[in-house]
């Protein structure tokens, strides 16, 4: 008890532990969150950088556009007194055909333009919906992976305590699936096992039946007795053999075999100068290098079916997860990095396969060494069986002859002895008396042993109950131990595999709604430069026409002043730095919107490759 006390102590002391151990993963969970908090911080801070940087762009343009309204103002001014006399009806016309071209023009560019915007944002949109989907699915596999856990547990915590724990999982898994082949396949040749057996046992009971009916029946003297029965046994013999070659030979129909030929040679004992016959069954299965021989085959067998199962179902297991990688390969993105990954992976899961098949095929042939060796020796046994029951036979008959010349002498010795038991008889009455007075003593003595005898047994039963407490004890406290150990080595497996799946749900969540915050920011800016482009152009076109009038109003006055001729120089000048200057701005505004794009589009890529790879690990 003092041993089971201290036991239970040291248990309860390691479950302290597996709670300390536990408290210590549950900070190092709270280090990992704050780690990944702070990785957040820094993306926000960088995002607000971003948008500070385009607020000073949206400023410059600000700025822009104000010197340009007042750069308009003063060429309207300066312009406002030349309107009347540089306008005539027929450059007016042509002015008016130009400007109806430029607009169609511009209107044109401007659908384009509204068109490659509507398609960026159903892009924008599609890869939206996308994520979301990723999501959804993945929180879907999240949900299956618990009940997947929590079945798995279960099981687990049967086959713990059915078998020993194992040392893996994929060894628990392999041993459950070679477990159900085993017991279905056990099942299906059982039946065929019990036809054959129940066929064999109404033919050797009809040959054990013929063969006591001719020895029953035949006399002492007999002459044929020794041929008819080895006539009738190598009959059976010969039944036997194609029997065994009409059936199928199966992995556990050896062992079957060999239960039912055992029983097929009769053999003969004598009691009381009576001939009996029995089954050899009574004979063979007691000796116990046979029972050693065949429990050894059944054994190689059982692991070499084993093998074979576990490889058969690892190789279909490694086939399906090439093709799957060879379909993912397919329709991945193509960068250079992921399809030398793929190929490395490829190749690994190729050798890996070539492996187990190679393992398969030599377990095969010592499968099938083993199923060949195991039917010889059986057929050997048999056959030796079946010489050494035919050597009884002689020896039996050698001695039936030697006791009826034994017979003939010992009735001449009755004679003799009926003689001397007459006179035995009288020297019999004078020691019945003696015998009388020594039963006596001997019945007190027989009743002091017989108390002595139950002493003794009422002390061994005791020490059998404390032996068997014993015993008992020290298997409740391995069992113990084992399943402190394994429940441990779960908990913490486990354990890993939650924190992981939970950060990796937490940071794909922080980049769907980083993204989403990105993509609404992306979409305002370009409508705000969408309108001031707009704005701008309009603008543009107001002083362009401005500009034409002016250079049309100097073509009709015939350039009266250099003044005016510098002037419009100067005009045509500003409006081409002007157009310049326009088409940077335009210029440098896409760049930016691209770089933008860029920039929140590739988390969003990385996240959703990421999510991919968890996927196919899972």
Known sequence: MNKVLTDLKKAEWEVKQLEAKQDKTIVEHVHVLEEAKRVTDRQLAEAQVELQKQAAYI??????????????????????????????????????????????????????????????????QNELKDSQAQVAEAEQRMIGIQKAKDNLEIELTRLADETEAPTSFAKLQRQYESKIGQLEQQLEESDLAQSAAARIKEHVDRQHAEIRRLIMSSGPKDDSFRNRLLRELQLADEEMERELTHRTPGRHGNRTGEQLMANVTPTKSRSNGTVRFKDSVTEIPRTPDRHAQVDKLRQQVQVLELQMAASTRIRQYLETSLREMTEELQNSDGSKQSIESWRARLAKENARLAELLEEEAEARRAAQAAQLDGVQAMWDRFQN???????????????RKALLVQQRAAQMEVEDQRRHVQELTASKKQLQNEVNSLKERLDAEILAKNDEIAIKRSLQARLQELEITSSATSTIHSELQEAIEAYKSKTDEYLKRYEEAEIKRAKAARAESFARRALADAEKAQAAIVADRQAAEQRLQVAENRVRELEHRLEDEGRESSDLEVLRQRLAEEMEDERKQHQQDIAERDFAADQTRKKYQGPNLRNSAKSCSLNATR
């Not at 450059?91 to 659908?111: G, H, M, P, S």
């Not at 069986?385 to 001695?399: H, N």
């Open 59 to 124: 400023r410059s343009l600000e700025k822009a556009k104000a010197r340009l309204t007042t750069e308009a103002e003063d060429l309207a001014r300066e312009k406002s007194n030349e309107e009347l006399a540089i306008r005539t009806k027929e450059k007016k016309a042509r002015d008016q055909e130009a400007k109806a071209a430029r607009a169609l023009a511009d209107l044109e560019n401007e659908r384009r333009a509204r068109e490659a915007a509507e398609v960026y944002v159903r892009r924008l």
């Open 385 to 399: 069986t079946i010489d050494q029951e035919r050597e009884s036979y002689t020896r039996l008959e050698e001695s």
